[in-house]
């Protein structure tokens, strides 16, 4: 079996521009949570900026950078050097978008709360997929495919496996399965939790398979990654009373 050396230098520029786009995400993540854990608390330096009054989210400066790469890549083109450059900059800003993704999501502030747990678990399935991408993991290269309508047929039935496991409430084994065809498969036969979108139209109260999803999913009943989550998620409140000066997520 030999191995295209043409195609090296394309896959290592394609994987150095992912690493990146995944380093920059992932130091942004967690200088941003060090950040705001600090006003939280209502120690060091460091307070929210706000504009005539108004809290400026995190997640403006991350939008404000994902429309400008995403201007630049569509406009420009960039290569070399400044390729790299930008998904820097793109890195930073999903970052900074993804961990406030609660609140545009509920369209209010849930930092801190317990609906704010959402941004954590979107942060680290897009980080998930980040190192899947940097590993060489592509669902969508038709390189030594067979055909190409067999190579979408396949992918668009990975694709539903995928979803049906995310369905199911297993958001990390779906989105894992979009690039692992194996994995996609298991977590789609698999038993749904009972809170999923799939239990409520597939599992109706009383029927067995509701029964055993209940029993396999108790209520408290935690994995390994909400102790993951609870690493960012979980803040004590201040200490001193009242609010943290400027601090819109101090409760």
Do not use: C
């Amino acid at each position: 079996m030999g191995i295209d050396l043409e195609l090296v230098p394309a896959l290592t520029g394609r994987r150095a521009v992912v690493a990146w786009m995944v380093g920059a995400y992932l130091l942004t993540f967690l200088i941003t949570r060090f950040v705001t854990r600090a006003i939280r608390t209502g120690r060091g330096p460091f307070h929210d900026a706000s504009v005539g009054g108004v809290h400026l989210h995190h997640e403006v400066y991350g939008i404000f950078l994902l429309l400008g790469t995403g201007t630049v890549l569509l406009t420009y083109a960039p290569t070399g050097a400044w390729r790299s450059v930008v998904a820097v900059l793109f890195g930073v800003g999903a970052a900074l978008t993804l961990d406030e993704f609660a609140l545009w999501l509920h369209l209010e502030d849930v930092y801190w709360s317990r609906e704010g747990r959402s941004s954590i678990d979107a942060v680290l399935l897009a980080l998930v997929v980040g190192l899947l991408l940097l590993i060489g993991a592509n669902p969508f290269d038709a390189d030594g495919a067979p055909g190409e309508l067999p190579f979408v047929l396949v992918v668009l039935a990975n694709l539903a496996f995928a979803l049906a496991a995310i369905l199911k409430g297993r958001a990390v084994i779906g989105v894992v399965g979009v690039f692992v065809p194996v994995v996609a498969v298991v977590g789609a036969v698999r038993l749904a939790r009972p809170h999923s979108s799939w239990a409520h139209r597939w599992y109706p109260p009383g029927s067995s398979r509701r029964q055993r999803s209940e029993e396999r999913f108790p209520p408290g009943r935690r994995t390994r990654w909400d102790a993951l989550v609870d690493l960012f998620a979980n803040v004590p409140h201040p200490a001193h009373a009242g609010r943290v000066v400027g601090a819109p997520h101090a409760e």
